[in-house]
């Protein structure tokens, strides 16, 4: 259960908020700076590439360089195809996870390396596995990790993380953390610039920051809910599942990140889509078990002690449309066909990186307070 009484007590929040989880939202325009100074100060932005890799591989653990991947997927897929290198093993720990290039990877490609940690030494046998195929290699990660060593032992590009201006938070959510995946992308979108690959020039990421700082003022733990998107968004959630559907190529990334965050934060489930592909595959959702009305009149059930059932929700998120074609009418017909609500973000005007930085914040911000007011609440 949620305890919306939470979200409008801001000292309460903080109480709470032990993991310093809203700080690191607050701060993602920090970390972008600090971030594109970092990527500055390791020469990516004097570099004077040859020409475009043909392929780009992204490699990393956790929900971060998930996200980092996929981010880089929808910024670069039409210059260049993305792969994200998924890890195996026995366990999610960095001693257990390996990651092993593909066949066809070689000279012409291009090996991206996130992570938060930089001690898996599975991401060091990658590197020197690239390295012997003659794969350029660059990776983000801490200034002080094994990782580091190893790259530049390849003769490979290491790019230090930027670090969280007030210290670091508790490094066990930190790569689900709203702070963490700015710091491990920013200087990834910067390298992708110099190869010509994205469109992100310093004032780009100037403006990142920029509208990350507005975000964070409209979704501060001071603002009350009836003003503040991400608390709104939040207290919609509560005891819901979210079916996230997103339309536009910032919002795909952004809406995956989201179920995601969600999972990792706040232990809830979230099914995210793209329209208008999401209507078949979530319309059975709106009218079974997880409808509005499908709540059974069961004479017997104790509706104290019993939780309330899960009943969907629909949040579309969407960048702004452009050349009028959408498939949001078609879905708000179907939710509120099936008496679903549905949620809307929608950023304001800007580049692709503004609107993709602003949804990314508001989202982010909610999944924070979801964790904190539904543990508060439980």
Not at 20 to 35: I, K, M, Q, T
Not at 163 to 171: F, V
Not at 275 to 291: C, D, I, K, S, T
Not at 338 to 348: G, M, N, R, V, Y
């Amino acid at each position: 259960m949620l305890d919306e009484s939470l979200l409008d007590a801001p000292d309460a929040l903080a109480r709470a908020d032990r993991r310093d989880l809203l700080r690191g939202a607050a701060e993602a325009g920090a970390r972008v700076r600090s971030a594109a100074r970092h990527a500055a100060e390791a020469g990516i932005t004097e570099l004077k590439p040859e020409g475009r890799p043909r392929a780009v591989l992204v490699a990393g653990p956790g929900t971060a360089a998930t996200g980092v991947a996929d981010l880089i997927t929808a910024l670069a897929g039409a210059s260049a195809p993305v792969t994200r290198i998924r890890p195996s093993g026995v366990a999610p720990a960095p001693g257990a996870l390996r990651w092993t290039l593909p066949g066809w990877a070689g000279s012409v490609d291009l090996l991206l390396i996130a992570t938060a940690d930089g001690s898996e030494p599975g991401l060091a046998l990658l590197a020197e596995q690239a390295y012997r195929r003659g794969c350029t290699v660059v990776a983000v990660a801490p200034l002080r990790s094994p990782l580091r060593e190893a790259v530049h032992g390849v003769h490979g590009l290491v790019v230090p993380m930027a670090t969280a201006p007030h210290g670091e938070y508790d490094a066990e959510t930190s790569a689900a953390g709203p702070g963490t995946l700015w710091a491990l992308f920013t200087p990834l979108l910067a390298l992708l610039d110099r190869v010509g690959l994205v469109t992100a020039p310093a004032e780009a990421l100037q403006a990142v920051a920029d509208r990350l700082d507005r975000t964070a003022e409209r979704c501060g733990p001071a603002v009350a809910t009836y003003g503040n998107p991400a608390k709104t968004l939040a207290a919609e959630l509560a005891d819901s599942l979210p079916l996230i559907w997103t339309e536009g190529d910032a919002a795909g990334p952004v809406g995956r990140r989201f179920a995601a965050v969600l999972a990792e934060l706040s232990g809830r489930p979230a099914l995210a889509a793209a329209l208008p592909e999401a209507l078949p595959a979530h319309g059975g959702l709106l009218a079974g078990a997880f409808a509005a009305g499908a709540d059974p009149d069961d004479f017997f059930r104790d509706r104290v002690e019993e939780p309330e059932p899960l009943h969907a929700r629909v949040v579309l998120l969407r960048d702004r449309p452009v050349g009028g074609l959408s498939a949001a009418p078609a879905a708000r017909e179907l939710a509120l066909g099936h008496d679903t609500a549905i949620s809307e973000l929608e950023p304001e005007e800007g580049s692709t990186l503004e609107s993709l930085a602003e949804l990314l914040a508001v989202t982010d911000f909610a999944a924070v307070y979801l964790a904190l007011a539904s543990r508060a609440g439980a």
